[in-house]
């Protein structure tokens, strides 16, 4: 995994927005110019839509060829297609509908409603292995070698559907149904630490000061069972993008003001 975070903090959300999603046109140019195709995990959350919200209304956006960009999920809320819990329903609102994608390259993970039914460990096995059939051999695992995976985090430090000493904690199936999550809904699908673990690059983004604590402790001596986002690191390089607010427990001279 890649060493030490690098923390990059922003005057406020909407500016922080902004700016994820301008590093974001530059990563995935890049990624598809080098390999011809791209990995993008997407996350949800108020900061995480933000992002593809500002990353539709970019002007560069149309630098990337989003019909060689695979679209994938950190997480998901087990609840039917177009659910507005669901964070797939977000990310077509916000994004999705508004570029032009290869409809076989986005991979929304199954809800009750697919081919599983009302079974989302089987739903968690399928999407594993959708996962494993987009690998390649230079990938060495089970899944892509993600370019970009973003997370957000939660006040208690989760990220995924990866919650403080519940069992995805020490699953190391590339996926897994997670039950009786301490945040509504209760039923979910997550990408494990292995498969976190596996991106290039992971972005943990966080905005407000009600995360402040957990970006603290995630920078920190934090274990990954009691405090996940500890354990969210890329292969190459880890980003915390932060608002001044959820950076506003981090110890003084912490962190580069944003670039954009």
């Known amino acids: 995994m890649s060493g030490t975070p690098q923390i990059l903090v922003h005057p406020d959300a909407s500016l922080l927005a902004r700016a994820a999603a301008a590093r974001l046109v530059t990563r995935l140019v890049d990624a598809?110019?080098?390999?011809?195709?791209?990995h993008l995990v997407l996350t949800g959350g108020g900061i995480?839509?933000?992002?593809?919200?500002?990353?539709?209304?970019?002007?560069?956006?149309?630098?990337?060829?989003?019909?060689e960009v695979d679209f994938w999920w950190g997480d998901e809320r087990f609840a039917p297609a177009g659910h507005p819990d669901r964070n797939e329903t977000g990310a077509r609102a916000a994004l999705l509908g508004k570029i032009s994608t290869d409809p076989a390259r986005v991979?929304?993970?199954?809800?009750?409603?697919?081919?599983?039914?009302?079974?989302?460990?089987?739903?968690?096995?399928?999407?594993?292995?959708?996962?494993?059939?987009?690998?390649r051999p230079e990938d060495h695992g089970p899944v892509p070698a993600f370019d970009v995976l973003m997370l957000g985090i939660g006040p208690e430090g989760h990220v995924a559907s990866i919650f403080p000493e519940m069992?995805?904690?020490?699953d190391n199936r590339p996926v897994v149904a997670v039950r009786g999550s301490p945040k509504p809904p209760p039923v979910?699908?997550?990408?494990?630490f292995p498969s976190i673990r596996?991106?290039?690059?992971?972005?943990?983004?966080?905005?407000?000061?009600?995360?402040?604590g957990a970006v603290s402790l995630?920078?920190?001596?934090?274990?990954?069972?009691?405090?996940?986002?500890?354990?969210a690191r890329g292969k190459q390089r880890t980003l915390f993008l932060l608002d001044a607010a959820a950076a506003s427990k981090l110890p003084p001279g912490i962190g580069t003001p944003g670039a954009h």
């Open 32 to 38: 598809v110019s080098a390999a011809g195709h791209a």
């Open 48 to 67: 995480g839509t933000a992002v593809l919200a500002e990353l539709a209304a970019a002007p560069a956006r149309d630098a990337v060829d989003w019909r």
């Open 107 to 135: 991979h929304p993970m199954p809800g009750p409603d697919g081919p599983d039914g009302d079974n989302p460990e089987a739903a968690a096995a399928r999407y594993a292995r959708e996962l494993a059939a987009a690998t």
């Open 167 to 170: 069992p995805a904690v020490y």
């Open 188 to 192: 979910r699908i997550s990408l494990t």
């Open 198 to 212: 596996a991106a290039r690059e992971v972005w943990i983004l966080a905005s407000g000061e009600e995360k402040a």
């Open 218 to 231: 995630a920078l920190s001596d934090a274990g990954p069972v009691q405090l996940p986002a500890a354990g």
